[in-house]
């Protein structure tokens, strides 16, 4: 079942008449059309260079019509940043990841069959988020398997989660080279372009995280003010899920229109994790709340990466849903009513029936599916606290059975 687009989604619409809409936020860019009072828009984003403008979309006399306008000429921009926030650090976040996955699951049941230890121990080192380790044991490896194409894979795999975009790259290359393969050549020309893109090359590093950023765009006291958020954060979330962080995950701070660049995400995200943590800087020289938020919403995803999930990943009610209900995001009364009614029709899908995938999700759609997720981890915790979230966690084969208690609960 499909999600519905939600009518408690924010109603931005143009608050003055014959508002210009242009092709860009400057007063002499061209007018695309002029929109009358009352039209309904959808924000693809709003700049962060100070210009307060957004990007939207609106349908005058039936034809989609697409450009910008200032914040002032548009109506509903309070109920707007209050929603933005649930879904502002969004799950297009697993994308590269996922598709890595049938990759990488194809690749790990070849390596199994080698039975080399150092390629053993690579996998439970990376399934443990650890891959700095893991490359360095599949690279002590690759000598005895050269023209392996499974073993250059998981080099890659492992490169490429511990951001070493470049060493990924070559050795997804040499695999290619030996053995073409459909899926795999769709990630190599993902992470070419993240690469080609990618302009951060400032680092810092903490107690868990090591942050890479753009000095250009971010000053360095900014820089070390997110890293001593991000090491505090991680340090709160972990005790609440039980991970462990035995290597830094990286965090990758860029400009919004550098993030969307090199990461290709949908124009709602703010941030991503992909065995790396991206986030899209919006605060100027501040960690403003909303920032905060965005920082741990990633943390718990890679937080609940490092966990085991057993056969299958966590699902993607469980992920977004705890990522939002960590970092603090609330659901408002006039959402969980409407969600009530609507699962009263059954007009939205059980928990188990949510996609995994929400990259490619409208904005609408997205802003529905995040607040189903939280409202899903309001009721875990509401009706399973006395048991414990890292008891859940702990054991995965579990978890089937509470998704169902929660469907009940939450009339789906």
Known sequence: MALPVLFFVAAMAVRTDQTPLRSGCDSDDGIVAKLPAGTPVEVRFRLSDGSDCFKVSATIDGKDVLGYVPASALTGLERYEQERSAAASASASMDTLRALNPVATETKKAIGKTGDPALDRAEQLLETNQPAQALDQVQSAIPRHPRDPNVLVFAGLAAYRADQLRAALDYWKQALDIAPDEKLAAVYERVKHEADSDHSGDKLFGVHVALRYEGQALPADTARAILATLDNDYTNIAAQLGCTSDERIVAIVQSREAYLRSTGAA????????????????????????????????????????????????????????????????????????????????????????????????????????????AAADALYDNYASYGIRNILNNPETLPRITADLDAKLGL
């Open 267 to 374: 124009e709602w995200s703010g941030g991503q994790y992909d065995g790396r943590i991206h986030i899209a800087w919006t605060s100027g020289s501040q960690v403003s709340p909303e920032m905060q938020r965005s920082l741990a919403h990633e943390l718990v995803h890679a937080c609940l990466t490092s966990i085991p999930s057993g056969s299958r990943p966590w699902p993607a009610w469980l992920q977004e849903g705890l990522a939002q209900k960590l970092s603090g995001d609330t659901l408002p009364p006039g959402v969980r009513e409407q969600l009530r009614q609507l699962a009263e029709t059954h007009a939205i899908p059980k928990l188990e029936n949510l996609q995994q995938n929400w990259s490619r999700l409208s904005t609408q759609n997205a802003s529905a599916a995040y607040s189903l997720a939280l």
